[in-house]
């Protein structure tokens, strides 16, 4: 029903109608009333002298009055699906001023070509628990099928979100959303950053974050309001974001940080249902001076691929496997090819290092969950090592084992981290066996040894059985062999030289000049 103030005829003989407009009335319903700015009604003449339904049109302009009370209200009059998805689901305090168009057939049924448009002002939705949008502002648009959202602004927790356009259309039995949304410079930290981080990021432990974004987004949305199906297109550019530091990486980058900055970093994003691809690069901190990193990142389902680039300046790196150490003033390029499945494990397709002419290359490498090696086809090292010596060696998989040939190694550490070791060969996660044929081994700056052949056997991470033979210059000889025999072992070592291994273990005295 209405409360009627004033109300203004006007004849249209043209088109055969009377239109009725009152200022200031209120719409009654059900104990319920809203207070309008006016309602213009149009009634056909010929269905009025027939005593029939005559309204044709009624147009209603509202006051600025409270959201929940007008969805309330417009619930009672129409059910317009848009309407129950915001009273039901979400808890709405707000402002609204609004047009209402509706028609009516001959009967006096309503018609479907309603319009419903208007403007939302300063108003809140809570989401949930950890979500709320405030400060919202917009300009709507509702028909049947469609919904029209302009100038959307509002702040999602304290991210400050902008949208020239969103459009909400209703196909079959699902709604599909979509628009373009973006967000200014602004910082967050790991509590604002959470949705993000559960939904793309759940591996990495964000500190803190300040970026910008510009965002296209489709959503589809089935009749029971689940949602179906998302696709995202991102252009994000960060400013600086700081991420914890997960992995002991101390034994590579000596100066590591215990949190990894990242700086003006260009990121294109892209994301649907199972599928999302992140293409960026920027700088990075991982110890004192930045570096430059460059990353291609696919996740399908439980699979992850990945391509990085690590160029590494005026910082210092470590591989104490190879005694190799870059200086802190050169240039180190790092790249990374390979995925990890839905167990984490890891395949690096293809590894290297390149520094100056110092290349090390690995080849279809493969790591268990706990990241200790498990196979691999081949690695090519050709470098100078930190004692300034050159080192030209290949290992690679011959059937079901391995065989390193090379024509010159520097194993200044190999006696120590092989053949006198207490401790177990912690890199490999699977037994193996190895040939080894190296035209050159240095001891140490006074002692090499020429062709040293041999066959190794590790099992359960540890030397189990072995034998190696070396040359010296004069036709001396270092003989070394291990045998293990139900649990023990029995080692032999012999040497014409004892110098070069009498100086490495200060228990052994008196041998300088003679034999092992």
Do not use: C, W
């Not at 699979?303 to 590494?312: R, S, Y």
């Not at 104490?320 to 494990?345: A, P, Q, V």
């Amino acid at each position: 029903s209405l409360d009627l103030k004033k109300v203004k005829l006007v004849l249209n003989p043209l088109k055969l109608n009377l239109s009725a407009k009152t200022l200031g009335p209120k719409l009654i319903k059900q104990n319920k009333y809203l207070e309008l700015e006016n309602i213009e009604t149009k009634i056909s003449l010929k269905s009025l002298i027939s005593n029939e339904f005559s309204i044709e049109q009624v147009e209603i302009s509202s006051k600025s009055i409270e959201i929940s009370n007008l969805l309330s209200f417009a619930r009672l009059v129409y059910q317009i699906p848009e309407l129950i998805i915001f009273e039901k689901i979400f808890d709405v305090k707000g402002y609204v001023t609004s047009n209402i168009k509706v028609e009516f057939n001959k009967d006096g049924s309503l018609k479907d070509n309603y319009v419903f448009a208007g403007l939302v002002q300063d108003t809140k939705i809570n989401f949930s628990k950890n979500y709320n949008l405030t400060k919202l502002n917009l300009a709507f648009n509702i028909t049947k099928d469609n919904t029209n959202i302009e100038n959307f602004k509002a702040k999602l927790n304290n991210l400050n979100l902008e949208s020239n356009k969103i459009s909400v259309k209703k196909t079959n039995n699902e709604y599909l959303i979509k628009g373009n949304i973006e967000n200014k410079f602004i910082e967050l930290n790991d509590k604002d950053f959470l949705f993000i981080k559960e939904k793309i990021f759940p591996d990495l432990d964000i500190k803190k974050i300040k970026f910008n974004s510009k965002n296209e987004f489709l959503l589809k949305i089935n009749d029971k309001f689940q949602l179906t199906d998302t696709k995202i297109t991102s252009k994000i550019k960060i400013q600086k974001a700081q991420i914890l530091k997960k992995i002991n990486l101390e034994e590579i980058f000596p100066k590591i940080k215990n949190d990894i900055s990242f700086l003006n970093h260009e990121i294109d994003l892209n994301y649907k249902k199972d599928f999302l691809s992140i293409n960026g690069k920027g700088k990075i901190i991982i110890q004192k001076k930045e570096d430059l990193i460059l990353y291609k990142i696919e996740k399908y389902k439980n699979k992850l691929v990945f391509e990085n680039v690590l160029e590494i300046n005026e910082n210092p790196l470590i591989i104490k496997l190879l005694n190799y150490e870059k200086k802190d003033e050169s240039k180190t390029i790092i790249k990374l090819n390979g995925h990890k499945d839905k167990k984490n494990k890891i395949n690096i397709k293809t590894a290297s290092l390149v520094e100056k002419n110092n290349k090390i290359e690995i080849k279809n490498i493969f790591f268990d969950k706990n990241l200790k090696i498990e196979k691999f086809d081949n690695i090519n090292l050709d470098y100078i090592d930190k004692d300034n010596k050159k080192n030209s060696l290949k290992i690679y998989k011959n059937k079901n084992k391995y065989t390193l040939k090379g024509d010159y190694f520097n194993s200044n550490n190999l006696i120590e981290n092989i053949l006198f070791s207490d401790q177990d060969s912690n890199f490999f996660s699977k037994d193996f066996e190895i040939d080894l044929n190296i035209k050159k081994v240095q001891l140490d700056e006074e002692f090499h040894l020429n062709n040293l052949n041999g066959n190794l056997f590790f099992k359960n991470k540890e030397l189990s059985d072995g034998n190696l033979i070396g040359y010296f210059s004069d036709d001396k000889k270092m003989i070394f062999t291990v045998k293990t025999i139900d649990e023990n072992k029995i080692t032999t070592f012999f040497i014409d030289y004892a110098k070069p291994i009498v100086k490495r273990y200060k228990f052994i005295k008196g041998f300088d000049g003679g034999k092992l």
